[in-house]
């Protein structure tokens, strides 16, 4: 059955359970069609942690009637590229093409998800990228202070590990493995073929049920519930600089205070503008790097400031971080919503020119919410944030428990974390 939804997008669905979704762009020559997962790092069991991350890399490693070669040669041979990327979430597989290659691009993206073959050799090349990936990562503090956040944030559950996982189990991970994680989670209630540009819905689900043919079953919904703790994490290293992070329990993205924390995240340390950013660089100069953060889940989130600077200058930088983000809870100016709301609306805005922009938000509005969401009605959302629901939502994030803290570097001028929690509690 296909449907219009009020933003213009078609969907159907096919009677497998795989939803297409597609927004027509007549004023462009390309076309950006993905196939989007609703299976993350959230969805692995301890002991193999890193295998959506894993599968990722394998899809592109070779299937029954393609090589690895092959898979980049076809799609490159007509100047589109393939690309994926595991979220905490999601996992998407997706291709950017020109109008008259959209039935190639849906071809090899059927193959891969379907066809893999998870050669031993492939996989075996493919788990030393990956593991030196995990050890970049390691070498990139700037990096690795947000896996630790996210640990202590969600401590001892899936929400709270690493997307690549730990070097050790990947290693050890074979074809079983791979093999029945995607029979387990990619079933085809689980997945959206989202395409947006040059492209015609009708075409693409015709496309869609030949190319998708082999997909079967149905997966449970089998995620634990987010249980946000709050905690402190440090490890010292002999780095130029201290990477710091503090955050509070956040959002989910269907709660009504996703768009106003949006809006006073952007206020506090989202641009040039913001409060941080004036006071801790423009005015004092105590680091290179400061900004804030509010990243959603379905059912929690977390709202969170880094900064990047040096040993000598985390005696003061701490203390003012506090006191910029706890002054927002005596007020928020109409200015400063205003501003915040431009540069919200500005965004959206620009990723309409995009076709990857657009494929990619029809696809994750399909998965998280069910239905694509509008431009319009996101702008009309942000339209409606006053200055009082900015107020409201930094006494409600800030009040709501103890705070998040991981520091790596030279880390001995940081405060202790009682000190600390008690500058945000005031």
């Not at 359970?17 to 969805?43: H, K």
């Not at 090899?108 to 031993?120: E, G, P, R, Y």
């Not at 201290?242 to 106003?260: A, E, I, K, L, N």
């Not at 922009?357 to 409606?384: N, T, Y």
């Amino acid at each position: 059955m296909t449907s219009q939804s009020d933003t213009g997008a078609r969907i159907t669905e096919l009677p497998s359970g795989l939803r297409v979704v597609t927004e027509t762009m007549s004023s462009v020559e390309t076309a950006s069609v993905g196939v989007w997962v609703d299976v993350g790092a959230r969805d692995e069991s301890a002991d193999i942690n890193g295998v959506s991350h894993l599968i990722e890399h394998m899809a592109f490693k070779g299937t029954e009637r393609r090589s690895a070669q092959a898979i980049a040669e076809e799609v490159e041979a007509v100047g589109g590229h393939l690309n994926a990327y595991t979220s905490r979430e999601q996992t998407a597989f997706y291709a950017k093409v020109m109008k008259e290659d959209v039935g190639l691009a849906v071809d090899v993206l059927a193959d891969i998800l379907q066809n893999s073959v998870f050669d031993a050799d492939e996989l075996a090349r493919e788990r030393a990228v990956v593991l030196q990936e995990i050890a970049q990562c390691h070498d990139t503090p700037d990096d690795l202070v947000f896996d630790q956040f996210q640990t202590v944030a969600f401590p001892d559950q899936p929400l709270g590990r690493s997307i690549l996982g730990p070097a050790a189990q990947v290693e050890a991970y074979d074809r079983n493995v791979l093999m029945n994680y995607m029979k387990t989670h990619y079933a085809p209630s689980r997945m959206v073929l989202a395409g947006a540009g040059q492209i015609d819905h009708d075409a693409l689900v015709d496309m869609a049920a030949n190319a998708f043919d082999g997909l079967s079953g149905s997966a449970t919904d089998s995620r634990a519930d987010a249980a946000y703790s709050g905690g402190d994490a440090r490890e010292e290293r002999e780095l130029e600089q201290v990477h710091f992070v503090v955050g509070f329990r956040g959002v989910h993205f269907d709660d009504p205070d996703f768009y106003p924390l949006q809006m006073f995240s952007t206020v506090l340390g989202g641009g040039m503008s913001s409060r941080l950013f004036q006071e801790v660089r423009e005015r004092r100069g105590l680091a290179y790097s400061i900004f804030s953060f509010a990243s959603a889940y379905v059912d929690s989130g977390i709202f969170g400031i880094y900064a990047g600077a040096g040993r000598d200058q985390m005696d003061e930088l701490v203390p003012v971080m506090a006191t910029e983000t706890m002054a927002c809870r005596s007020g928020i100016s109409q200015e400063e919503t205003d501003r915040a709301r431009a540069q919200l609306k500005s965004g959206l805005l620009m990723s309409l020119e995009s076709t990857s922009s657009r494929c990619e938000r029809l696809a994750r509005h399909m998965l998280i919410f069910g239905r694509p969401i509008s431009i319009d009605e996101m702008v009309r959302e942000l339209d409606a944030v006053t200055p009082n629901d900015l107020h409201r939502v930094a006494e409600r994030v800030l009040g709501s428990g103890p705070p998040t803290v991981a520091a790596l570097g030279p880390i001995d001028r940081i405060e202790g974390f009682d000190a600390l929690a008690g500058r945000y509690s005031a």
